[in-house]
């Protein structure tokens, strides 16, 4: 199912208790999933026992940034997972940055 | 994006973590059901107002306006009473919340409720209607009054998708260990007391609040609760190096102690990594205009800067360190060209965390440009030092002569704690320069010989014509120099009568 995302979005794993928020989002319309399955925009439409796809594992860790390799999307799994996230098919890579000093 | 999203994130990674402690600990999902409830009170009020200290529960009213969609103005208490009251009265129809002691001197020209009241009247009950969170990133979300040294108090605007712009740029959500506690001492109507929040609550730092500043206070509350994680303002700083006259701190859990929102002697900074020795010290530069920190000073630097022979390494204890890597900087002349690299200019920076905002509008240029009003050079390896405010130079003789210049020789000389430098009106050459300095503990100056350092150091035309001896010098509460009121009050003694 093919969606236009918003930076700002929320998304929920119906695969797993993943949870992401759209950093930077792709321009067009994409196909999104995580753990194999289309997300929901709450945390109400989970169903009884999620599965996670075969190929599609992760596990998606809190705290870590997942973006595509032409960097045209950027999540932040809020809620870490089994489940991976993938953009058309593709799962995402962690993101690599170097962390800054806490300044405040 | 906006911050309702982030009290969303905060709700759900941290459901179970503790963040804040009151009279028993909160944990994220207790926080925000606080909020949600507090953001349930404010359907008819256009802001929420808070003028009082630092409390251990001031996430709530912040996330409050926040998930409601209106602006938290945090008032600084420690204005004269008429000043706290115009503040207020320009934000008609709001809720003010405040702490007992200001609530006095406010009554009866005011309707306030206590901050304490607020919370616990509006503690979360099964059933609270839960406000829906708001959308829209370009809402102001904090409101900061400048310091208004010179002018009346402006009101700089921080939209949520500029302190969004900073915090996901700047911290990694849920980075922090569970062990990990932050000490919060800058006050809540500066803007490093809102970033020491929300920034520590994106990592999941637990926060402790110092309520009201003094050295033996806050060394004894990073010894008691473990504190990991602390930021300071200059003064500050200065206090605890001085309570601790040169012995250790003793305080091994603080692993980083971040210092900023003015300029640091070089002396403190030295003192105090001699006083924490396993502590990594940070030092951040940015304005109230940006959204908090634009540059860094990281624990790696101050070390290489300490150990290191190389003049130039050694001087970078006295820069604001590198920019973050999403905010783009340009210095240029008094045309508005760049300078050439390493050469001193008017700081210009621009990135998605850059308000530049006042209630009176905006003041980015076309290309989203904002001026710092800072004077500063950039090395070749990116560190940026700050000479001093533009508006602080003096002109003497068609010379710029930047008053940090002179005062930096000064302060070497140790008999002096404190310098200040001013232009003062002069016939001849239309500005001359005075210097005021105040001695350290104990210490004779001699004026003289402290002329003779300057020029032989610098050069006549910057040698102070007067050096006057003080005992104290005035500041803002956090910090910062009041060079208009040394220069008036300079002039005022200087009228010959």
Redesign the interface.
Known sequence: MSRTLK??S?LFSLACTT?V?V?KAPAEEVELTIGGVAPADS?DARPESPAVADGHEGPSV??KRYVDEAGTIEV?C??SGAGAVALNGVLLGIKD?K?????? | ??LS?LV??IE??FEDRVLLQDDAPLTGAALVARARAGAATLADAPALVYVGENHPLLPVPLFAAALAGVPFVPVNYRLETGQIHELIDRQPGALVLTDERTAERLAPRQAVRLLDDWLSADAPVDGTPIAAPA?D?DQVAIVLYTSGTTAAPKAALLRHRHL?AYL?G??????AGEDEAVLISVPPYHV?GM??LL??LV?GRRLVYLPAFSPERWLDTVRDEGIT?A?VVPTMLTRIVDHLGGEPAAASTLR?L?Y?GAKVAERVVREALAAFPST?F?N?Y?LTETA??VA?L??EDHRAAIESQDPAVRGRLASAGKL?PTVEAEVRDDDGKPVAPGEFGMLFIRGEQIAGEYATGSVLDADGWFCTRDRVRIDADGYVFIEGRADDTIIRGGENIAPAEIEDVLLEDPTVAEACVVGLPDEEWGQRIVAVVVPRDGAEVDTEALREQVRTRLRGSKTPEEIVVRPELPHTDTGKLLRRVVAGDLAESNTPS
Do not use: Q
């Open positions: 930076a700002g929320r949870e928020i950093v945390v809190v705290g932040l809020t809620k940055a962390p800054l000093p806490s300044s405040d | 994006m906006h999203t969303e994130m759900s990674g959308e990133d969004m996901l700047t911290v990694d959500f849920a980075s490093a970033a020491n920034s520590n990592a994680h930021m980083t971040s900023g990594g940070v951040a940015g908090s920190t860094v990281g624990p973050l």
